[in-house]
């Protein structure tokens, strides 16, 4: 079974962290789970394949929420301590977070994702698909994500 990181991500800086990856090689998501990207640096490190679940909480202007699927997928490179709450590099943060009007907040740290791409309708991974790290059953139907964790599965594209 492959490894990889599930996390959601509110939908509404998901088209900009996209042109963020392409244009600077990389982008910045904001957490405070410093224990899940400790261990996935010492265990797993940089290469972790990274599915992302679209979020409603700030809203959908670009319909990208697909209930029960992940519907973005990159590849973990590395976590960045914050300073004073934000990135080092302002730069790999999707504009959407820096904007004047965003919803962003003080994070703990920021991890770092490079070929955030949009999958495909057909290639979308359903989350029943995906178990919890240390779980033997699948994620439940209807099971949404509450930040990011590692999950296996037998093939995470």
Partial sequence: ????????VPA??????VETCAEIGRVAFGSNVWELFAKTDQEYGE?????IYPTHHY??????CAPGYATFRGTY?????ARAGKHPNPAVRPLAT??????DTAWALFWEVGNLVQLAKQDRVAITSLTAEGQKRPLANGFVPRGPMLVKALAIV
């Fill in 59 to 64: 809203g959908d202007p670009d319909k990208l």
């Fill in 1 to 8: 079974m492959g490894v990889g990181i599930l996390a959601p």
């Fill in 98 to 103: 820096i904007e004047e009007h965003s919803a």
């Fill in 12 to 17: 509404t800086i998901l088209v900009s962290a």
């Fill in 47 to 51: 290469g972790l394949p990274v599915l």
């Fill in 77 to 81: 490179l590395s976590m960045i301590p």
